[in-house]
């Protein structure tokens, strides 16, 4: 690679799931076929990459600071595989930044590894479509890392909007954008609130749980995801109708099925939150992402103001957001 540039700065969202999410797992759309609708959100993870000009070494800010002589020594591993997958082995700088804590459910590591490509592609003058660097980061996180998950995480960070997904069973990926006019973007957006439930949890915990599980009960498992597939696919023509209290109540009977696949998507506090949010006028919701904790996705038609005000109250804080419409790009 030849460096062109002093430094870029790259920028991609987190996401949302909003119907069949979990049907992108290789377990479960290499048999089935898996459909789910996804959206971008106003939450970013923002990189800047640097070529360092007076030394050799890897300087890395996240959390934490390395600076390292040898690439081995990285102990962020999807930096260094990032790094060890574009070549580069020394003389470099990544500072990342985030206002979200990490293990919330809204596809960090993808995130992370879809805004990193950019920034470092982008500085090399290495033309590539955001198609294809949701299909890069794929293939860094989950064959080369060999971190347990799905699809949809990178392809909506790349691309932004709201999309729906068709996964077939050679895992080849189909997204197609979701065009809403701007009133059901608004309502679509007033309708749903994002409640942390102050619990982290690791995806890829529960989703070897499932893995494990499909081994000794496949049959039950893959009920539970047609089940989330066919709510899913209901999903699409809710959104596009702006039927929202329909869209709510598909999401409580997602919640429902979801947590019959695996003792570890629930518990009894996230049970008894869920109840509560209920009871304050939410029609219903589920857990974003693989489960276990991170952020309440809530669906509320009506007397949102009242809502807002009860779950503050209760102490819990909730995260306003827009729907991202950029994907991942270049801040510089």
């Known amino acids: 690679m030849v460096e062109k540039k002093k430094y870029v700065i790259a920028s991609a969202p987190y996401r ?29 993870i923002t990189i800047m990459v640097a070529h360092r000009k007076l030394d050799n070494k890897i ?48 596809g960090a590591s993808s995130t992370l590894i879809v805004a990193l490509i950019k920034a470092i592609t982008s500085l090399f003058n290495i033309k590539m479509s955001n198609l294809k660097i949701a299909e890069e980061a794929f293939h ?17 960070s790349s691309l ?8 077939k069973k050679d895992l080849s990926v189909k997204c197609s954008e979701i065009k809403l006019n701007h009133k059901l973007i608004s309502k679509l957006e007033n309708c749903l609130f994002l409640i942390h439930s102050t619990v982290d949890r690791r995806s890829e915990d529960i989703i070897n749980n499932q893995v494990e599980r499909v081994k000794f009960d496949q049959s039950q498992i893959f009920r539970a995801y047609d089940k989330i597939k066919e709510i899913g696919i209901k999903a699409l023509g809710q959104i596009k109708e702006g039927k929202i209290s ?8 997602h919640w429902k099925v979801k947590k019959s696949i695996s003792d570890t998507i629930s518990s009894s506090y996230l049970d008894s939150m869920y109840s509560k949010l209920k009871s304050f006028g939410a029609l219903g ?23 807002r005000k009860k779950v503050v109250h209760e102490g819990h804080k909730i995260l306003d957001f827009k729907i991202d419409f950029k994907g991942v790009n270049l801040l510089t």
């Open 285 to 307: 919701g589920k857990i974003v992402g693989a489960g276990g904790g991170g952020f309440f996705l809530m669906v509320v038609d009506k007397d949102h103001d009242q809502f």
């Open 140 to 156: 860094i996180e989950r064959e080369i890392l060999g971190l347990d998950g799905g699809c949809q995480d990178q392809y909506i």
């Open 16 to 44: 949302i799931s909003l119907g069949g999410g979990g049907t992108d797992l290789p377990f479960y759309a290499s048999k089935n076929n898996g459909h789910l609708i996804t959206a971008a959100i106003d939450e970013n």
């Open 160 to 167: 932004g909007g709201i999309q729906s997904m068709s996964i």
């Open 59 to 106: 300087f890395l800010q996240y959390s934490e600071v390395e600076v390292v002589e040898n690439m081995k020594d990285v102990s962020h591993q999807i930096l260094r595989e990032v790094l060890k997958y574009y070549k580069i082995n020394d003389s470099f700088q990544i500072a990342t930044f985030s206002t979200m804590p990490t293990f919330t459910g809204l």
């Open 246 to 253: 329909e869209l709510g109540l598909g999401m409580d009977e």
